[in-house]
């Protein structure tokens, strides 16, 4: 083979290993004759297995430039190209990471198809005996779960049900925050979901948390507005407008010379702007002075290669303001890994295939601060192939000020709750008494025609 951009030969690959030490090379001789429709002396055989093998390279460089140089999405694109299912792990045998790629956890296989959930075990109506099933990722329907109940009635253990039959069924990855320990300390429920455990700040994230999606000054604008408005947040105090601009255009240096940019490369460029225009360090930098002695990060794995994997992030032992940090952060790389995302598979029933889950056990705890990310993802993830599972005790957790999480959930139910009598005929259409509701029962609407009225399940027995 002639070519223009073939290049002058480099190491030798003996014939052994590309064909075997045996009667294997007999074998491809013959095969490569047949296929040269001739008969080939040593030196034409040798030259068609270099242009063979010279074309494959350049054909792997393609690809790799193709994915912009990202291993996860590069092998995937392989896996793709050679009809395999997505369902396999990155790594070595034993699961362990590949040097430059992402973890062991299986990738995501987006196949669509219809996902039909059982809402526990045995989960039937209580009044008919028929089993109680809820399709996720119906056509036109919000794929997004809410989950109620006071504490010990249940409903993180109905919720991870939901989710093991998710990945059962979808292959999605799973992205659990866990604030109390429960999940994580039960290696059962890791092991079901496919998850890796990650516990800040005893143990830093394996992401690139701060990535800017797009290489032009627009993006990193968008990425320093998008971080501003997290951390702000996290402050005991809200910040005043002199000292939210100057957040943003210390994020803009940030994100602009920095590459891959850490939380610490940001409070560096809050002091040298402080510094520039003589002003005095205040309730920002006292939180960057907190957060920054951990290491809640580490800029190992890309946003495609992490959300692709599933993992419980276990905040329970971290400080309050690193908890809301590390979620925001996380919420915001989602919402941006999602929106540079296609839209995700149909079947021929229009059924969305899922790629990535996010589940909040205790919602309560960030649902208050209006966080613009999650919000943005409960709104738009749907047709990138996004759902969010909210865990909480009332009704009144979802209803917030500036947002109503309820009114963009798919399934919502709930157990045992003193929630207002207000909300429960908002949420339900009617009114329902939850207070009373026996161990293992739960209320919830379908929304499938013909189920006009909230049903009583038997979800769990003792």
């Known amino acids: ?21 045996g009667s294997e090379i007999g074998a491809w001789a013959a095969l490569i004759n047949e296929h040269a429709d001739a008969i080939l002396d040593k030196v034409d055989l040798q030259r068609h297995v270099a242009a063979h093998w010279h074309r494959g390279a350049q054909l792997l460089k393609n690809d790799w430039q193709e994915v912009g140089g990202d291993y996860a999405r590069f092998v995937m694109l392989l896996c793709d190209r050679a009809g395999l299912r997505r369902s396999g ?35 039937t109506d209580l009044s008919t005996g028929e089993e109680v099933t809820w399709a ?16 010990g009635t249940g409903k993180t ?32 429920i890791a092991q079901s979901l496919g ?57 803009r240096r940030a994100l602009g010379r920095q590459r891959p940019t850490r939380l610490d490369d940001m409070q560096a460029a809050l002091l040298d702007l402080y510094e520039e225009t003589e002003q005095k360090q ?8 907190d957060l920054c002695r951990f290491t809640l990060f580490e800029p190992t794995m890309a946003p495609d290669a992490f959300f692709r994997q599933s993992w419980i992030i276990d905040l329970h032992d971290a400080p309050e303001t690193a908890q809301r940090l590390v979620a925001f952060l996380l919420f915001d790389a989602l919402d941006a890994w999602f929106k540079q995302l296609p839209d995700a598979p149909l079947d021929a029933g229009s059924h969305r295939g899922l790629r990535t889950v996010l589940a909040i ?16 993802i409960v709104r738009m993830s749907r047709s990138k192939g996004g759902a969010v599972m909210l865990i909480s005790q009332s009704p009144d957790d979802f209803m917030q000020e500036d947002e109503d999480f309820l009114a963009n959930i798919g399934l919502l139910f709930s157990f045992r709750t003193n929630a207002k009598p207000g909300s429960l005929q908002r949420v339900f259409g009617e009114k329902v008494d939850l207070a009373g509701l026996a161990d293992g029962v739960c209320v919830t609407r379908i929304p499938d025609a013909g189920r006009k009225r909230p049903q009583r399940v038997q979800a769990w027995k003792a």
């Open 89 to 123: 792990g990155i790594g070595d045998e034993d699961g362990s990471p590949v040097a430059g790629g992402g973890g062991g956890a299986p990738v995501v296989d987006t196949t669509a198809r219809p996902v039909v959930l059982r809402l526990g075990e045995p989960g």
């Open 157 to 188: 253990r109905i919720g991870m049900g939901l989710l093991q039959q998710l990945r059962e069924q979808s292959g999605c990855a799973i992205l659990a925050f866990d604030f109390k320990g429960d999940l994580s300390e039960n290696p059962a």
């Open 195 to 251: 998850a890796k455990v990650v516990r800040p700040p005893r143990e830093p994230i394996p992401l690139d948390v701060l990535r800017v999606m797009a290489a032009d000054q627009q993006a990193v604008d968008v990425a320093a507005l998008r971080f501003r408005e997290s951390f702000v947040r996290v402050c005991a105090s809200k910040p005043g407008a002199k000292q939210q601009s100057a957040l943003t255009e210390a994020a």
């Open 282 to 289: 205040d309730s920002i930098t006292a939180t960057f002075d």
């Open 361 to 376: 056990d205790e919602a309560r705890r960030i649902l208050g601060y209006g966080q613009p990310s999650l919000i943005e």
């Open 136 to 151: 996720i990722n119906a056509p036109g329907r919000s794929p997004h779960i809410a989950a109620m109940g006071t504490l």
């Open 1 to 21: 083979m002639e070519s223009e951009d073939r290049e002058e030969p480099g190491k030798v690959i003996r014939g052994d290993p590309l064909f075997g030490s």
